[in-house]
């Protein structure tokens, strides 16, 4: 796990994605529209893409994409993540992680 801890450690919001899928095409969009800036990997152009691949498998994440983390913290793959955002709660994790301002 530790490229993925790696690439998580500084940054309010990461997501692990691929360039070919939807689900992360959507997510990212869908945080964006908050005003985040999240940090991206996508596994398909980072040269060790596959390692973290598997370390997110490890991690419980699949599918392996889209995968994101808030404030440090994994909060899962795009069904979570809508989720979050059904209940109103996903605004409230950003302002938290200091990824948006109000």
Request: aromatic content about 4%; hydrophobic content about 40%.
């Amino acid at each position: 796990m530790g490229s993925v801890k790696r690439l998580v450690a500084d940054n309010p919001v990461v997501i692990f994605s691929k360039t070919s899928c939807s689900m992360s095409h959507s997510i990212k969009t869908l945080i964006r529209s908050f005003g985040a800036n999240p940090t991206i990997h996508e596994l398909d152009e980072i040269s060790n893409g596959q390692q973290v691949e598997e370390e997110l498998l490890e991690l419980g994440c699949s599918p392996s994409v889209p995968v994101v983390f808030i404030g440090k913290k994994l909060v899962g793959g795009a069904n979570e993540v809508m989720r979050l955002n059904v209940r109103c709660r996903l605004k409230p994790l950003l302002i938290e992680a200091n990824a948006i301002w109000l």
